[in-house]
């Protein structure tokens, strides 16, 4: 029997029970990826070799039975290190030296019982919301003539093909986010100080998370990214806290959380984008079709019709160009991309001027989120603004393309970003074009758990596809 496309949380009890070895299921998973990975190109590098000595070693630990992740194999994005490889961020101008240190979140997920299987591919420093660059064009497993979204792409459609149960990417406009909708999987952005961030922080502003395809692998995942196993969704088998209560107690120190959470006050902003944007009728019926849902589930629901201040649209599009100029300091600029190179260059001609996105960024995270969030306990939006565009090499093209590709299909995500606060996208329903939608629930800070709780309300009352079904 093969384990592939077996949910994290399946695979870790069988392992933890001894029903299957750590070596067998990363076997099955090493098998698929060397099947599928050819035409979909989510990973820079497959560890065969070491992810199946890992797994043996973790097969001989004393605490097997313990751990929260044992043998589930993931995947992690290529711009955090992981021990033994090269961080490359999707360009051939950074450095092949290997990382002396993983990570604390990957250590944390090694910690965990999780088992490293490959790097993902990323857009060149992680700067689009594509997935192309010089080590390949990563395709979407629902229709491999479009983009799995960027920046974590490469990871979305490892875990979207099957390939792995569980993937870390990072997000700094939207990159956990908008993946995860093109691709019909689910991810969550942490708020600040939740999951220690990114050496590429992007001013504060890019978070570490997971993707996986149940919101139960989700919270899990996140719950060992951050070292706070109350994270973990309840389970509908006994656990350390009784029947409903939380997976696992990190020591005693895990608190239950509510099964269904109930009588929230939810908005839902089919346009929450500056003016001058536009989003698909049938991504703003997907949003009301979900909002609809939640109000059964018992919340109370209301529209939430205004849109986001115009100078934070400026604000959120300088803070971009800002982002590209710092991360393409001190590389050779004839090694990069011409993507790049013209993202850095905007980048430095608005900080000549003052605009690098730093005072909307502020004037937003001190009170402008808040006042326009509102009274709402959670906010239900489209993730996306259209359907995702062709899988190309967009690398190759100048500003005006990647900026108005970028903004047009997917800028409803940036802004919480901005604001630090926590936010994910659910997979909900089909577009027209036989690609997955998916819709975005933020929260204030401190609202992970909540989310998480509506994102499994939606789950169970509307059922998604696991995977791509890969011929």
């Known amino acids: 029997m093969s384990w592939v496309g077996r949910s994290a949380a399946e695979i870790a009890e069988a392992v933890r029970r001894g029903e299957v070895t750590a070596p067998s299921v990363v076997e099955d ?21 070491r992810a199946l000595a890992e797994a043996r070693a973790l097969q001989e630990r004393d605490d097997l039975a313990t751990l929260p992740l044992a043998g589930v194999p993931v995947a992690i994005k290529d711009v955090v290190a992981v021990r033994g490889e ?6 051939a101008a950074t450095s092949s030296v290997a990382a002396a240190e993983d990570h604390p979140v990957v250590a944390r997920l ?16 992680s700067l689009a919301g594509f997935c192309d660059s010089v080590y390949a064009v990563t395709r979407n497993p629902w229709d491999p003539k479009r983009t799995p979204g960027g920046s974590s792409g490469g990871s ?5 093909s099957g390939m792995v149960p569980l993937a870390h990417g990072t997000d ?15 991810a969550i952005k942490p708020g600040q100080k939740v999951v220690p961030p990114p050496e590429h922080d992007w001013y504060g502003m890019a978070e570490n998370g997971p993707l996986a395809t149940t919101v139960t692998d989700l919270a899990l995942a996140l719950a060992v990214m951050a070292g706070d196993m109350s994270l973990a969704l309840p389970t509908a088998t006994p656990g350390p806290y009784g029947e409903g209560g939380a997976l696992w107690s990190d020591g005693g120190r895990g608190v239950p959380v509510p099964l269904r959470p109930s009588g929230l006050r939810i908005g839902v902003a089919r346009l929450p984008v500056p003016p001058g944007f536009a989003i698909d009728p049938e991504l703003q019926r997907a949003v009301a079709d979900a909002g609809h849902t939640l109000a059964t589930a018992g919340h109370t629901v209301t529209e939430h019709e205004t849109r986001l201040p115009s100078w934070l649209g400026s604000a959120t599009i300088a803070a ?3 982002c590209a100029l710092r991360e393409a300091r001190g590389l050779d600029s004839r090694r990069l991309e011409r993507r ?23 004037r937003w995270r001190g009170r402008g989120a808040d006042q326009w969030f509102g009274r709402f306990d959670v906010l239900l939006t489209p993730t996306l603004a259209a359907s995702p565009p062709p899988a190309e090499r967009w690398g190759r093209r100048g ?6 590709v970028n903004l047009t299909y997917a800028p409803a995500t940036g802004a919480w970003n901005m604001a630090g606060w926590p936010a994910m996208s659910v997979p909900y329903g089909w577009h027209s074009t036989g690609m997955p939608i998916g819709v975005q629930l933020v929260a204030p800070p401190g609202g992970e758990s909540r989310l998480l709780g509506l994102a499994q309300q939606l789950e169970a009352a509307h059922p998604w596809l696991r995977h791509a079904p890969l011929t």
Do not use: Q, Y
């Open 29 to 49: 998973h090493l098998r698929v990826i060397a099947e599928r990975d050819g035409h979909i190109g989510a990973f820079r590098r497959v560890r065969t070799e």
């Open 86 to 91: 090269a961080m490359r961020n999707g360009s």
């Open 110 to 125: 090694r910690a965990a019982g999780a088992v490293v299987v490959g790097i993902t591919n990323v857009p060149e420093l």
């Open 156 to 160: 979305a459609a490892a875990v979207a």
């Open 172 to 186: 700094g406009l939207g990159s956990l986010r908008i993946p995860a909708a093109c691709c019909g999987i689910v």
């Open 320 to 322: 971009w160009f800002a």
């Open 340 to 362: 790049t190179r013209s993202l850095a260059r905007a980048g430095k001609l608005l900080a000549r001027i003052g605009k690098d996105g730093a005072r909307g960024r502020d």
């Open 399 to 404: 500003l005006l393309d990647n900026t108005r």
